[in-house]
């Protein structure tokens, strides 16, 4: 049956959505919490920290350049929280932002203070020395 899926989807396959004009093809995510925001354990849905400046001038700069950037966070999976995110976006310059709690096809670049980066096809991390044993 999976071979049957293969074909099919390999004689007819979806097409990529085209770059807009003047802007990079794809979107880059950012988490919230530990990358974006400051973050010093769970303290509720309705509290996120103050931004990390490096971040937040990376996001803007981004923007400036005419690049899709969308906030990938977990707190967006429950519709109730998510609320909090756009709100805090809104107070930092950030308004405009997607937010979202999955990937698609478009993803170009995940930044993430939980990622670990594997190499390509290959099941290994980019830096054994910082994962060494897992």
Not at 82 to 111: C, N
Request: charged letters at 20%; proline letters at 5%; hydrophobic letters at 40%.
């Amino acid at each position: 049956m999976l071979k049957a899926l293969f074909k099919r989807f390999r004689s007819n396959p979806i097409p990529a959505e085209p770059a807009a004009a003047g802007k990079a093809k794809g979107w880059i995510g950012v988490d919230l919490d530990g990358t974006l925001a400051y973050y010093d354990g769970w303290m509720g849905h309705f509290h996120i920290g103050e931004p990390i400046a490096p971040m937040l001038e990376r996001v803007q700069k981004w923007l400036s350049n005419g690049q899709e950037v969308r906030i990938l966070t977990a707190r967006a999976s429950v519709p109730e929280h998510k609320k909090f995110v756009e709100l805090w976006l809104q107070q930092h310059g950030l308004g405009e932002l997607q937010v979202t709690h999955s990937k698609d096809y478009g993803m170009i670049e995940l930044w993430d203070d939980r990622c670990i980066q594997v190499a390509v096809n290959t099941g290994q991390p980019v830096s054994e020395t910082l994962h060494a044993g897992r």
